[in-house]
């Protein structure tokens, strides 16, 4: 394991090397002993995955390969990233997080407790590139969410408790809770009654 600053790993971890803990952010390159990465108990990293300093990851913790996580990100309990994804930099992630493979997650992106996130979706966070105009707001998605395969999310929107958004959509606007956006750019629809309140 290749190790950059001071890092906390818990109990149990199961470490497929080559992983990379505390790489430094641009503005700690030339520094040493801050602070690294802090992963809780009975992580299990896979080989490829890099952790940037200042990064706080809960417990029980599963990367898949080559996973990227940059710096000032918080995670929670009991997620798993899959392989080949990026979660960018001052990124929250809450409790039950499931991130499916090759998936984009950028910077000041807000992702609550029981999400799902299907493979190749993107988030994006800069609505008028390269200008960034009005700056950069990662999307929000709140409890519960579910995000189909090859989505694509806007900056600033906002995904509500127990939203469903089907596979291949783009999503341009906020979405209520509990409810349904499918197509492009992506309509809202009630929930199929055969998946009720979520």
């Known amino acids: 394991m290749i190790q950059y600053g001071i890092n906390t790993l818990g109990d149990g971890a199961q470490i ?12 700690k390159i030339n ?12 992580a299990i990293l ?45 990124t929250t992630i809450g409790n039950d997080v499931n991130i499916q493979s090759l998936v984009y997650i950028p910077t000041n992106t807000m992702i609550g407790n029981h999400v ?13 590139p390269p200008s960034r105009t009005g700056g950069l707001e990662g999307p929000r ?24 958004i089907a596979a291949g ?10 409810k349904l956006a499918i197509g492009a750019p992506a309509k809202i629809r009630e929930l199929p009654k055969a998946m009720g309140t979520r």
Do not use: M, Q
């Not at 520094?31 to 009975?42: V, W």
């Not at 799902?116 to 008028?128: A, K, S």
């Open 141 to 164: 998605l709140s409890d519960g969410a579910a995000i189909g395969a090859n989505v694509t999310i806007l900056p600033g929107v906002c995904i509500g408790k127990g939203a469903l």
């Open 116 to 128: 799902f996130i299907g493979p190749n979706t993107v988030l994006t966070n800069d609505r008028y």
């Open 31 to 42: 520094e040493s002993g801050f602070t690294g990465s802090t992963i809780g108990d009975r």
């Open 16 to 27: 497929f090397e080559p992983v990379t803990l505390g790489f430094p952010s641009r503005d």
């Open 46 to 90: 896979r080989s490829g995955t890099i952790i940037y300093c200042d990064v706080s990851i809960g417990d029980d913790f599963s990367s898949g390969h080559n996973v990227l996580i940059r710096e000032r990100t918080r995670i929670g309990d009991r997620v798993s990233i899959g392989t080949a994804s990026i979660i960018e930099g001052r």
């Open 169 to 178: 959509a783009i999503v341009t606007k906020d979405i209520p809770s509990h």
